[in-house]
């Protein structure tokens, strides 16, 4: 049984979602089944259909969930420092070729959201990144070929 390695914000984020789906998310489409149940023959029921499947995703969410939570090893980032890049950092890079800035903080696969600025530790960027330290040049394979970044701050927030 693998750890799985989250933030605490990401924890509880899933502990969330989790709590929705059981309490509000599954009575909700116990109702709607015994609602399309009501109308008769089952056999050419599309309500009723819709309905066990939308149960069959919860449920199957729901298993997802309490698995990763009961996996999850929570790590402390406000107790992490240094300037080596591991699981937590939050990291400034300059794309060598375009001179673009981001900014990309380390989490678990769970919480990962490009959009939000955070990316997987089994990302191809975070693998390239993790024991580097600021002022040293990565090159990471992406989808669209090789990119060269500098690593210009290391923070821990």
Not at 78 to 94: Q, R
């Amino acid at each position: 049984m693998d750890k799985v390695p989250m933030t605490a914000g990401g924890y509880a984020a899933l502990t969330d979602e989790l709590k929705h789906r059981q309490s509000v998310d599954r009575p909700r489409i116990i109702e709607h089944i015994a609602e399309a149940r009501s109308h008769g023959d089952l056999s050419e029921n599309a309500e009723y259909h819709a309905a066990k499947e939308e149960q069959s995703h919860n449920e199957g969410r729901i298993a997802e969930l309490e698995d990763k939570l009961a996996r999850a090893d929570i790590i402390d980032i406000s107790k992490l420092s240094g300037d080596t890049i591991k699981f937590g950092a939050t990291v400034t890079l300059i794309d060598e070729d375009t001179e673009k800035k981001a900014v990309w903080q380390i989490v678990g696969e769970v919480e990962a959201d490009a959009k939000k600025g955070r990316i997987s530790i089994t990302s191809p960027l975070a693998r390239a990144l993790i024991g580097k330290k600021k002022g040293t040049t990565v090159e990471v394979m992406a989808p669209g070929g090789a990119k060269a970044y500098e690593i210009t701050k290391v923070e821990w927030r």
